[in-house]
């Protein structure tokens, strides 16, 4: 094993589509509007949420959380994957390098968490409703702050893993940005022993937290299917399939890390870390809330004071 020419790096060159040029200019248009949908939209479900009292409660409250995730997840990478895109340097320092790596790995994991907290709400909501209305904020409080820790202190895990190893040159990154996968393959060492670590990540962030939300919606399932308004059997079940619908987008995730770095082809890691990236944060509002009634009604009273008070 040759490690004397492993050191740490001053930067690292991103090829991303480089490949592609044809795709350069697209993909600058679909980053840039993407990411204005999904800072206005994170933007919009945040505020609401916290001036509109009619929206304190415990859903709209993580829904609030993934928001305010949302914003930093996407502010973390497209703003260095545009510059990318428009510069004939399409270079990152180290240390950015390490800042973009620790929080795609500590939002990422963060999201899963809160993902299965927000199913649990709704289980309780819907499937015992009494416990609901009495359960101590303090509770909701707990889970909000366990989740965004347990993330953080996976990152931590997973990146000192990963930034230990010893690097050789050239320090080229076959990728947008700077993650897991992308950095092993630059190690001088082998990397087989790091493989078992990132199956048990998937395992424990993305397989455990969605084998929960499908049996909670399993049991919302059966509970609603007894609830003898159609109205309420409506309302419920879209809250639900919104739920779900996210919950699809963000599992994507999962085949790439159950996968080991070398089965991996050059182009599905970028596609599935793109999706993961930009699709995901821009549809989480959508999906979620801005075409809910509660946040609609609430988005207009909050215009309308805003409104009233410069009159």
């Known amino acids: ?119 649990f709400d709704r289980f309780v909501a819907i499937c015992q409703p009494l416990h609901y209305s009495v359960i101590n904020q303090r509770l909701y409080l707990q889970l909000a702050a366990a989740s965004w820790i347990t993330g953080f202190l996976n990152s931590v895990w997973l990146s000192t893993l990963t930034l230990q190893l010893p690097l050789c040159g050239p320090y080229i990154i076959d990728h947008f940005l700077c993650e897991v996968l992308t950095l092993l393959k630059l190690s001088c060492v082998d990397t087989t022993a790091n493989e078992p670590e990132l199956f048990f990540v998937s395992v424990l962030f993305h397989l455990i937290p969605l084998t929960l939300i499908l049996i909670s919606h399993a049991f919302i399932a059966r509970a609603v299917l007894r609830i003898q308004s159609a109205e309420g059997r409506q309302k419920a079940f879209g809250t639900c399939s919104s739920h779900l619908i996210v919950v699809f987008f963000n599992v994507t995730a999962v085949s790439v890390y159950l996968q080991p770095p070398s089965s991996n082809s050059r182009d599905q890691g970028k596609m599935v870390s793109l999706f993961y990236e930009m699709i995901v944060p821009m549809l989480n509002p959508l999906i979620y809330t801005l075409r809910n009634k509660e946040v609609k009604e609430a988005f207009k009273r909050l215009v309308a004071r805003v409104f009233l008070t410069k009159k």
């Open 1 to 119: 094993m040759d490690v004397v020419n492993a050191s740490i790096p001053q930067e690292f060159v991103l090829l991303g589509f480089s490949a592609r040029p044809w795709l350069k200019f697209p993909l600058f248009v679909v980053f840039l509007i993407s990411y204005i949908v999904t800072i206005f939209g994170n933007l919009i479900i945040t505020l609401v949420s916290c001036l509109d009292f009619q929206l304190h409660n415990p859903m709209y409250f993580f829904l609030t959380n993934l928001s305010l995730l949302d914003l930093c997840y996407t502010t973390s990478t497209v703003p260095q994957m545009m510059i990318n895109i428009c510069s004939t340097r399409k270079v990152i320092s180290y240390g950015g390098c390490v800042v973009q790596l620790f929080i795609f790995l500590a939002l990422g994991a963060t999201e899963c968490v809160l993902l299965s907290v927000l199913s």
